[in-house]
T-cell receptor, first 113, second 110 residues
Framework: GEDVEQSLFLSVREGDSSVINCTYTDSSSTYLYWYKQEPGAGLQLLTY?????DMKQDQRLTVLLNKKDKHLSLRIADTQTGDSAIYFCAESRGHTGGFKTIFGAGTRLFVKA | EAGVTQSPTHLIKTRGQQATLRCSPI?????VYWYQQALGLGLQFLLW???????NRGNFPPRFSGRQFPNYSSELNVNALELEDSALYLC?????????FGEGSRLTVL
């Protein structure tokens, strides 16, 4: 199958950490991504991880990959109200000389002041 | 360096009409992807072009079509518009592992 699954909603308090989880089904995935979408806007690439890595950190963002369980997570430290958005998990796999990318349905993050 | 650009930003059509959306990838990117994001839903893969050829298409009817030009820009055409075609249409281009999106074209079908 080609499913990428995420929980639909997450609510946290400002200053707390947010953890957004994602599962995927294709073990041949090469790249795994996290995108952020603010209202009315396109998708902003936050970070991505190559499938042979298990962790990547970039300022307040930490990505963890458990390849055995096909589980990807995004941790946002010290969550701010500006982090309120929809976060999409995506996975890319090789296909006919290029890459095919499949997205999850997105997790809507609410940050309470 | 300019990012992925899409036009028009907004488009209003009526049922049965045709819509044409355009995308210019980041300079040097040869692959262009089109996605549909209906209101409140995730991204559904539509089409993928690379080096002027259609490489793959998602589960959409044939009235969704497109092409890629020699300069790697791309066009998405939607014929015989239906109300449920109202959505944000996102274009992306990639280099290696990085997939970058434009701001989208919002199509409203009345």
């Amino acid at each position: 199958g080609e499913d990428v699954e995420q929980s639909l909603f997450l609510s946290v308090r400002e200053g707390d950490s947010s953890v957004i989880n994602c599962t995927y089904t294709d073990s041949s995935s090469t790249y795994l991504y996290w995108y952020k979408q603010e209202p009315g806007a396109g998708l902003q690439l936050l970070t991505y991880i190559f499938s042979n890595m298990d962790m990547k950190q970039d300022q307040r963002l930490t990505v963890l990959l458990n390849k055995k369980d096909k589980h990807l997570s995004l941790r946002i430290a010290d969550t701010q109200t500006g982090d309120s958005a929809i976060y999409f998990c995506a996975e890319s796999r090789g296909h006919t000389g290029g890459f095919k990318t499949i997205f999850g349905a997105g997790t809507r993050l609410f940050v309470k002041a | 360096e300019a990012g992925v650009t899409q036009s028009p930003t907004h488009l209003i059509k009526t049922r049965g009409q045709q819509a044409t959306l355009r995308c210019s990838p980041i300079s040097g990117h040869t692959s262009v992807y089109w996605y549909q994001q209906a209101l409140g839903l995730g991204l559904q893969f539509l089409l993928w072009y690379d080096e002027g050829e259609e490489r793959n298409r998602g589960n959409f009817p044939p009235r969704f079509s497109g092409r890629q030009f020699p300069n790697y820009s791309s066009e998405l055409n939607v014929n015989a518009l239906e109300l449920e075609d109202s959505a944000l249409y996102l274009c992306a281009s990639r280099t290696g592992g990085e997939l970058f999106f434009g701001e989208g074209s919002r199509l409203t079908v009345l």
